[in-house]
Each structure stands twice: as structure tokens, then as C-alpha cells.
């Protein structure tokens, strides 16, 4: 019913940035909350960023300032805005949708992205 597509990712030296974008189909009315997520080789997965739909942006602590979130509700859509990239943001980024109202009313939970990579790396 819900699709969510990521794009954007890619190999980027330290210190350079990226722009991931996230792209929200299927007979959606709404999507109350959207956050980006990310995966390392042999880590869990960990939040990166989520965003409320009308409220403000939170984030990991190792990403404040260097990442920003934003959405435009009218398209579902949702970037992430990456600079001072370090090696240690090298993962699988994924985007996440949560409590999405359809327009045929019912609700949808937790839809996932397939992932986009980004390494950092010289």
C-alpha cells in the first residue's frame, strides 16, 4: 500500500556532503511522523533524524549541526541534508514512515526504504 524510495547516496570524501532524498507512494492522505536511520557493518541499527508532521526536527547527537531533516508534506517527501561528513557516518541509511493515514481511511505502521549507502571515505 505504502512504498518508500531512497535516493542520493554515494561515496563522498571526509569533510564533503550528500543529499539524500526519500520518496513516499500509494494512496496516502498523510504521514505523521518521517526520520531517517542508519546502519554500519556490524551495528545496529541506530536514528539518525525524525521529523513530526508540523513540530521540529530531532536528532543523534553526533549529527547535530552537520545534518538537516526536512519534508514537504504535500509530496511525502523527505531529504537529509548531510555536510562534514566523516568516516564514521559510512552506513546503509534508511528512510522510515510511521502512523501514514490512507485516503481510504485506514492507518499504516513502520514502513521502511530499502536503504541507500553512503560511505565516507578518502
Known amino acids: 500500500q505504502v512504498q518508500l524510495v531512497e535516493s542520493g547516496g554515494g561515496l563522498v570524501q571526509p569533510g564533503g556532503s550528500l543529499r539524500l532524498s526519500c520518496a513516499a507512494s500509494?494512496?496516502?492522505?498523510?504521514?505523521?511522523?518521517m526520520g531517517w536511520y542508519r546502519q554500519a557493518p556490524g551495528k545496529q541499527r541506530e536514528f539518525v533524524a525524525t521529523v513530526v508532521s508540523g513540530g521540529n526536527p530531532n536528532y543523534l547527537d553526533s549529527v547535530k549541526g552537520r545534518f538537516t531533516v526536512s519534508r514537504d508534506n504535500t509530496k511525502n517527501t523527505m531529504s537529509l541534508q548531510m555536510n562534514s561528513l566523516k568516516p564514521e557516518d559510512t552506513a546503509v541509511y534508511y528512510c522510515n514512515a510511521d502512523r501514514i493515514r490512507l485516503n481510504s481511511g485506514g492507518m499504516v505502521f513502520d514502513v521502511w526504504g530499502q536503504g541507500t549507502q553512503v560511505t565516507v571515505s578518502s
Open positions: 500509494g494512496n496516502i492522505y498523510n504521514i505523521d511522523v
